[in-house]
DNA sequence: CATAAAAAGCAACAATGTTGCAAAATAGAT
DNA sequence: ATCTATTTTGCAACATTGTTGCTTTTTATG
């Protein structure tokens, strides 16, 4: 695990810190998706509220992880499978919000369908968000 | 224009009020999808922040706009065109997400697609964004 | 016009996000 | 191992966004 952070880090030539290990270790250890509170939660250390946004910002930039919109005013980051680089994600998964547990999970199997747009539109990307109950909850 | 507004709030049982007319006339008189903000800077009279807020949402729950999901903390809201009601939304078309001008659009035609899940989650709704670059500035 | 019910406004507050700058930590070279 | 340039953090101050309870105002209706 603490091989993992480290090789992340390196492979994107980000110096090795406190809250870059910690918030990766977070994310390694954890199913489903984080939100910046929920990171500030789940950190027993406190990281300043600013480290936190800058360090989810540049782990974003990396492509180390990748954000899912929502419709509840609070982005969840997730991290990249694929091997996403600086300034290019190429993940193109579907992503599913519980409406029970609220946790959001990467689909990574499911991939974002073909869609066709009106003429005039360049498409540069898509996402797809599915609600519902997931696998625990409905168990 | 009038007659439509005083006709969806009768039709939904809402009573008149400015804060719901104005609001309503921009959403009919707009193009785009409007974020909270959007709505508090183009209203020219100024309503209270907390009253844009409740209209917002009683204009969701009535099935009169609905939400668009975004990753960058500023849920947009738009007219609902298909019948949606109390509590039951059920327009399945596409959002647009402009990287230039930054508007969102309802692509009313552009159906969401079926899909997949792996065994065990149960789907109860799917949102599809596309971000990419809009007619009106790709010209 | 009177009245009950609904909505708006206000105040106070909580949560979230941003910026500039000084202090601390890190990587890399001696 | 120590020094040093560079990067990152923490802090402070602030801006924006969102929430709640309560009072006043507005609306619908007889
Ligand atoms: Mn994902
Ligand atoms: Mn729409
Ligand atoms: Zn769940
Ligand atoms: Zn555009």
């Given at each position: 695990m603490k091989e993992d952070i480290t090789n992340i880090l390196k492979r994107n030539s980000l110096s090795l810190t406190a809250s870059r290990e910690k918030i990766l270790q977070l994310f390694l250890s954890n199913d489903g998706?984080?939100?910046?509170?929920?990171?500030?939660?789940?950190?027993?250390?406190?990281f300043d509220r600013v480290t936190v946004y800058r360090t989810l910002q540049t782990f974003t930039e990396k492509g180390?992880?990748?954000?899912?919109?929502?419709?509840?005013?609070?982005?969840?980051?997730?991290?990249?499978k694929d091997n996403c680089s600086e300034g290019h994600h190429?993940?193109?998964?579907?992503?599913?919000?519980?409406?029970?547990?609220?946790?959001?999970?990467?689909?990574?199997?499911?991939?974002?369908?073909?869609?066709?747009?009106?003429?005039?539109?360049?498409?540069?990307?898509?996402?797809?968000?599915a609600e519902g109950v997931c696998r625990q909850c409905k168990r």
């Open positions: 998706a984080l939100s910046h509170g929920d990171i500030e939660k789940k950190a027993g250390e406190r180390i992880i990748h954000t899912i919109p929502t419709a509840d005013n609070a982005v969840r980051y997730a991290l990249c190429h993940d193109h998964h579907v992503h599913f919000i519980c409406q029970q547990c609220k946790q959001t999970f990467c689909l990574d199997d499911v991939v974002t369908p073909d869609i066709k747009l009106p003429r005039g539109y360049a498409l540069s990307h898509i996402e797809v968000v």
